[in-house]
Nanobody, 114 residues
Framework: QVQFVESGGGLVQSGGSLRLSCSASGGTFSFNAIGWTRQAPGKQRELVAS???????KYADSVKGRFTISRDNANNTVYLQMNNLKPEDTAVYYC????????WGRGSQVTVSS
């Protein structure tokens, strides 16, 4: 079982910024990929951003140019910097790792007011 430590999230006005952080048991290099998925009310969970061992990054089209995923090797932590947030970014954001299966943490609420 993967253990996650997630932080960040909160309430911000449209155009504002937030940063999410996540560490996972085994370290950020232990998985095929690590990143975030999100689920808004009434919608399916979707990929936000991921960072593979390669390393290569993948972003949802809706967040490209606004969100940046990065890794701090010294602290074994992955970050999601979210800038120019929009109300449609409101969702629960889950730190997620991809192996044969997908695992995710408890999630952090991000609410963007207009």
């Amino acid at each position: 079982q993967v253990q996650f430590v997630e932080s960040g999230g909160g309430l911000v006005q449209s155009g504002g910024s937030l940063r999410l952080s996540c560490s996972a048991s085994g370290g950020t290099f232990s998985f095929n990929a690590i990143g975030w998925t999100r689920q808004a009310p009434g919608k399916q969970r979707e990929l936000v951003a991921s960072l593979s061992r390669g390393p290569s990054t993948k972003y949802a089209d809706s967040v490209k140019g606004r969100f940046t995923i990065s890794r701090d090797n010294a602290n074994n932590t992955v970050y999601l910097q979210m800038n120019n947030l929009k109300p449609e970014d409101t969702a629960v954001y889950y730190c997620t790792v991809w192996e044969v299966n997908q695992y995710w943490g408890r999630g952090s609420q991000v609410t963007v007011s207009s």
